[in-house]
């Protein structure tokens, strides 16, 4: 076991309808684990109801050494944003549809693998932004896939197909959008048929629109894909699912520590995965190595 400081206390954030599995089972499985490491476990189920102020309140009543998301990117975002800026270090075992987070971080997406982070693991530092004051982990977006989110949010379908379905409905009406985009490097006006702020790599279903990215470098990336004629289309998807979105003509990257974007046209925008109301003009800011957060031990460490 390696751990660069010592965590006793824990308390796990468990979505109780994230993924397939059983929850009362991995409960028992965390507590197992728990108690074979002579960790204390505490574990709180979300309810969709007052999340935030209940997981808030008791990470400052019990000063908890690490806490763990268990569920979906959802989860992950309600978590870490509660932990940005503190000693307290974001876990994460992967239950959701998605897992983008999980992914860029190199967690395991098997939950008897991750669930050995517990107690074997490494603590690292990464960057956060916000959008408007409102924190931001993963990657946020304006535009077409924002709306295919908020779609799929106000349904009641799950998983990839659902979320295909979604999208393929949606882009045969869809319409870029006017942005106006200036940065600390360098700016763009113009139309978009979608413009990702990108802390990290790639969306949960694997498709990297950031290949580049690097979560713990002090910049995120401005991903902006421009109008093109639909026939290209499953050419720059296969592009994202090969990592080589950069190579086509119709995208553009920049790169930066702070940016204004100006949502002209009011679209919709997505935080982490969640929809979010943030008004024409969307300040983004950089916050260097501001979220600490458990990880699998590197192999040359282990």
Same mark, same amino acid.
């Given at each position: 076991?390696?751990?660069?400081?010592?965590?006793?206390?824990?308390?796990?954030?468990?979505?109780?309808?994230?993924?397939?599995?059983?929850?009362?089972?991995?409960?028992? /499985?965390?507590?197992?684990?728990?108690?074979?490491?002579?960790?204390?476990?505490?574990?709180?189920?979300?309810?969709?109801?007052?999340?935030?102020?209940?997981?808030?309140?008791?990470?400052?009543?019990?000063?908890?050494?690490?806490?763990?998301?268990?569920?979906? @990117?959802?989860?992950?975002?309600?978590?870490?944003?509660? $932990?940005?800026?503190?000693? %307290?270090?974001?876990?994460? !075992?992967?239950?959701?549809?998605?897992?983008?987070?999980?992914?860029?971080?190199?967690?395991?997406?098997? %939950?008897?693998?991750?669930?050995? $982070?517990?107690?074997?693991?490494?603590?690292?530092? !990464?960057?956060?932004? @916000? $959008?408007?004051?409102?924190?931001?982990?993963?990657?946020?977006?304006?535009?077409?896939?924002?709306?295919?989110?908020?779609?799929?949010?106000?349904?009641?379908?799950?998983?990839?197909?659902?979320?295909?379905? !979604?999208?393929?409905?949606?882009?045969?009406?869809?319409?870029?959008?006017?942005?106006?985009?200036? %940065?600390?490097?360098?700016?763009?006006?113009? /139309? #978009?048929?979608?413009?990702?702020?990108?802390? #990290?790599?790639?969306?949960?279903?694997?498709?990297?629109?950031?290949?580049?990215?690097?979560?713990?470098?002090?910049?995120?990336?401005?991903?902006?894909?421009?109008?093109?004629?639909?026939?290209?289309?499953?050419?720059?998807?296969?592009?994202?699912?090969?990592?080589? !979105?950069?190579?086509?003509?119709?995208?553009?990257?920049?790169?930066?520590?702070?940016?204004?974007?100006?949502?002209?046209?009011?679209?919709?925008?997505?935080?982490?995965?969640?929809?979010?109301?943030?008004?024409?003009?969307?300040?983004? %800011?950089?916050?260097?190595?501001?979220?600490?957060?458990?990880?699998?031990?590197?192999?040359? /460490?282990?």
């Amino acid at each position: 076991m390696q751990q660069e400081d010592k965590i006793k206390n824990l308390l796990f954030v468990i979505n109780p309808i994230a993924g397939d599995i059983d929850k009362s089972e991995l409960e028992e /499985e965390i507590r197992t684990v728990c108690t074979e490491h002579q960790l204390n476990c505490t574990i709180y189920r979300t309810t969709g109801e007052r999340d935030h102020e209940h997981v808030k309140k008791k990470i400052e009543q019990h000063q908890y050494d690490a806490v763990f998301a268990v569920g979906g @990117d959802g989860t992950v975002s309600l978590v870490g944003a509660l $932990l940005i800026g503190s000693k %307290t270090p974001l876990g994460i !075992i992967p239950l959701g549809s998605g897992n983008g987070l999980s992914k860029d971080l190199g967690i395991p997406q098997d %939950t008897e693998e991750a669930l050995q $982070l517990i107690h074997e693991h490494v603590i690292r530092n !990464i960057d956060t932004i @916000d $959008l408007n004051g409102q924190p931001s982990i993963h990657l946020s977006d304006l535009g077409f896939n924002a709306l295919v989110v908020k779609r799929f949010c106000e349904g009641d379908k799950r998983g990839p197909g659902a979320y295909a379905w !979604i999208a393929l409905q949606e882009y045969m009406n869809y319409e870029p959008k006017f942005y106006r985009i200036e %940065t600390d490097t360098e700016n763009f006006e113009g /139309e #978009a048929f979608m413009v990702t702020i990108a802390n #990290a790599n790639a969306f949960g279903s694997n498709a990297a629109i950031n290949p580049s990215g690097i979560l713990n470098d002090g910049r995120f990336e401005i991903c902006l894909i421009e109008p093109f004629p639909k026939a290209a289309a499953p050419a720059l998807l296969f592009r994202m699912y090969t990592d080589n !979105i950069d190579g086509s003509v119709y995208t553009r990257r920049i790169s930066c520590r702070k940016a204004t974007v100006y949502n002209v046209d009011h679209e919709v925008v997505h935080i982490d995965g969640e929809p979010a109301e943030l008004g024409e003009e969307i300040k983004v %800011t950089m916050h260097p190595k501001s979220l600490k957060v458990i990880l699998p031990i590197p192999e040359e /460490e282990g």
